[in-house]
């Protein structure tokens, strides 16, 4: 039996262990290269971050991502985490109080009820998309902090719009990093 | 909840049955060694394997060798694994530099992923290097479902032979299940995930500016933003198709990197579920009377169908703490809504609900939502569906073996009522099989309870719960449902890593696995000597609604009667309060 386990153990081991990630990585650096290093994206010549990985924006000019529960910092890549708040937590309550203070100071004369994402935090801290509500919200406070009309930065979140697969599966998202990139490139 | 939430819920499970029917039928074939295609490519592999090994492929194992060969081959796994973990600065492939894992951390992993749980003391991608990670713990992921794979098979063996008392190589079982069943099926669904943006490299770092540099909390500046990647897509392929569920990075399946789009997320959900259910139909086989099959999978559905509506409904219906700071938490066209704490917003809730059903009803335990976060009553279902024992689905090959010894009871029970020996597939059912069911069916009940009451009277251990309240309660309760029956999933918020919640967690995750396991085994030796009566007019049809709806009672009874007092003091209380506001 001794000899049955070892030889088992080792062989398996180099096989699940080693070959079949090495054929896997082999296959997916091969065929599907830029989806398996992180589907990186670029603004001009450099990597201006990931597809995938939300960034923390807090300027006017900018549309802000999710709440991120990260520390140290929110959408720290190397910790990712949620907030673990329960539902009746009296933390969880203050802390979307706060983000509710911080958007209606942000945004004075706006008064539309807040998308619940925007004042949640995400399950990885690293949440790359908004509700394309949560998104439109912020439409008039990036508008007057950029000086463009309204009209433009909404047709620009629309047109950003991701929808559910088969109409069913996923959510209506749009794309934090990639809005904010395409506001920049609008500026120029 | 919304029409188009019961539509995907809909979607979802047809599409898991038209997967699971032809996927039995080809894991039976797989564990015969006749699988066409796999089997030419890997069956010379195969052959050498038990050549080198010192196998003799036509062993006819006792139960109790069975028993051994299981429990040696775990036992040596679990040390592999916990020298991987303390050796790891000194190994290759770790560009992180990180450091030799403390060894209570590295107990507690070992034991986590070799008796098929995968809970996690630790946060992986800053504790693990992408070698052990690959060499440590998806080996186990593989090997952990493989043995359970291969105890189903010696118990379908008792049931079906003709009195003589043989299970089978357990060494068979185990080098077929994984080389014709898992490795396919992760290959496939791993390039899969890969194609759709799971990363998957040999370690290494994505690192960038930020667009607009952030401070910490300390206020120095943050400039950059970097993302560990490693074999991610190989390695979450077999999490979710062993039914493992520990995840590459400490947010699991939330984790972009580990779960992308609402593809990516489908095809994990159902990878959850694909095994354990695809084996009611090698079940069927195996015993020839497909209808048995049948009939299991049916009492199954029948359970988590339901359940899951339930969970999904709570997520969809929102927070009402969140409702009365005047949040929008309404589904419509442009938000999916509801409760969003700890969920990701290209899932939302119904994809997150879908999911919690679905890894609890299966030992699975990954997580593409925050379990902690989860409203009361979108709590309480994932939990009780874990308490039930992990049999609705269930791990791979231990799912099904804990049915059929609810399936033992519900013959037993009918069997008393109409004044007729009980018998299942023509083998009597005698005190010995009861016996031994309820002790396999007890055990890791017990555990749960005595465990958490347990921790309530210790104060180091309750004071890890990471909420007040019932919520607290919650927190501990559902920790030891989840290692008691290897699912492995967490309310996140309870800091599980001190020594209490490691030795307790070991204890739990043992008992649970092997405390269960050898039970069956002895069942499956006594059945297998026993001789199999031909079915006569008196004798209880084992398929069909009438006996599908006696099993579901007979596990819902037990799981209700066992568990609603601890849950009504953690979840039923935390939600009669949030809706009492």
């Not at chain 2, 890890?464 to 919520?471: D, I, K, L, T, V």
């Amino acid at each position: 039996m001794i000899r049955a386990v070892a030889v088992l153990l080792a062989a398996f081991t180099l096989l699940l262990g080693g070959v079949y990630p090495a054929v896997v990585t082999g296959i997916a650096q091969l065929v599907f290269p830029a989806q398996a290093n992180g589907s990186v994206v670029s603004a001009g010549d450099r990597a201006a971050g990931s597809a995938l990985v939300g960034q923390p924006f807090a300027s006017t000019r900018y549309f802000w991502g999710r709440p991120s529960a990260t520390t140290p910092v929110p959408f720290d890549g190397r910790a990712s985490a949620g907030s673990n708040l329960g539902p009746s937590s009296p933390a969880l309550a203050a802390a979307v109080r706060a983000r509710i203070e911080v958007l209606r100071a942000a945004d004075p004369g706006n008064d539309a009820p807040i998308p619940v994402d925007l004042v949640t935090a995400s399950g990885s801290g690293l949440d790359p998309h908004l509700s394309p509500a949560a998104a439109l919200y912020q439409v008039p406070r990036v508008a007057r902090a950029r000086g463009m009309p309204p009209e433009r930065v909404r047709a620009l979140v629309e047109a950003h719009v991701e929808r559910p697969f088969l109409g069913l599966f996923g959510a209506p998202r749009v794309n934090v990093l990639a809005l904010n990139l395409a506001l920049d490139g609008l500026d120029r | 909840m919304t029409a188009a939430a019961y539509a995907e819920i809909a979607v979802f499970f047809a599409a898991l049955t038209a997967l699971a029917v032809p996927l039995g039928g080809f894991i039976a074939r797989a564990l015969a060694g006749e699988a066409p295609l796999v089997g030419r490519v890997l069956g010379p592999l195969e052959r050498a394997l038990y050549r080198v090994a010192g196998v003799d492929p036509a062993e006819e194992m006792s139960w109790r060798r069975y028993a051994a060969s299981v429990l040696v081959f775990n036992a040596a796994g679990l040390l592999l694994l916990y020298a991987l973990q303390r050796l790891q600065p000194a190994l290759p492939l770790n560009p992180g530099r990180l450091a030799a894992v403390p060894g209570g951390v590295a107990i507690n992993t070992a034991v986590s992923f070799v008796t098929n749980t995968d809970w996690q003391a630790y946060a992986g991608e800053s504790t693990l290097s992408p070698l052990v990670q690959m060499a440590g713990l998806a080996v186990q992921n593989f090997l952990s479902a493989a043995t359970g794979l291969a105890v189903l098979a010696a118990l379908a063996r008792g049931l079906g032979q003709r009195s003589k008392g043989a299970l089978g190589s357990f060494w068979v079982d185990l080098t077929r299940g994984t080389l014709h069943v898992l490795l396919p099926l992760s290959m496939a669904l791993a390039l899969l995930l890969a194609g759709l943006g799971v990363v998957q490299s040999f370690g290494g770092e994505g690192r960038w500016p930020l667009r607009e540099p952030a401070r910490d909390a300390s206020g120095r500046p943050v400039t950059e933003q970097v993302v560990p990647v490693g074999p991610v897509a190989s390695q979450v392929a077999i999490k979710q198709l062993g039914t493992n569920g520990g995840g590459y990075y400490a947010a699991n399946s939330a984790h972009p990197y580990e779960n992308p789009t609402p593809l990516t997320n489908l095809a994990e959900a159902l990878a959850i579920l694909l095994v354990p259910a695809a084996l009611c139909f090698t079940f069927g086989g195996w015993v020839g009377d497909r209808r048995q099959g049948w009939t299991v999978y049916a009492a199954m559905l029948a359970i988590l169908v339901p359940l899951t509506i339930a969970t999904v409904a709570a997520e969809q219906a929102g927070n009402p703490a969140l409702a009365a700071l005047g949040v929008d938490q309404r589904p419509g066209p442009l938000q999916a809504g509801g409760n969003m704490e700890g969920k990701e917003a290209r899932l939302g809730p119904v994809d997150a609900g879908i999911w919690a059903a679905a890894t609890t009803a299966a030992s699975n335990g990954s997580v593409d939502a925050q379990h902690d976060s989860l409203t009361p009553l979108g709590g309480l279902w994932p939990m009780w569906l874990m308490q039930l024992g992990e049999i609705v689905f269930g791990g791979v090959g231990s799912g099904l073996y804990g049915m059929l010894l609810f399936v033992i009871v519900a013959v037993f029970v009918s069997g008393l009522m109409v004044g007729r020996t009980p018998e299942y597939l023509g083998k009597k059912i005698e005190a010995r099989e009861i016996k031994l069911a309820s002790v396999a069916i007890l055990l890791p009940s017990a555990v749960v309870l005595g465990g958490t009451a347990l921790a309530c009277l210790v104060p180091a251990a309750a004071a890890a719960a990471g909420n007040p309240g019932p919520h607290g309660f919650s927190e501990i309760l559902y920790a030891f449902s989840s290692t008691a029956n290897n699912n492995g999933s967490a309310f996140g918020g309870l800091t599980a890593d001190g020594p209490f919640w490691r030795r307790a967690t070991n204890v739990a995750m043992l008992v649970g696995r092997y405390g269960v396991l050898v039970p069956v085994l002895a069942i499956a030796g006594g059945l297998a000597r026993k001789r199999a009566a031909p079915p006569s007019a008196g004798t209880l049809p084992t398929h069909g609604p009438l006996f599908a709806g006696l099993l579901v009672a007979t596990v819902l009874l037990v799981g209700a009667l066992t568990f609603l007092p601890a849950l009504a003091l953690g979840p039923v209380v935390e939600h009669l309060q949030l809706h009492a506001r």
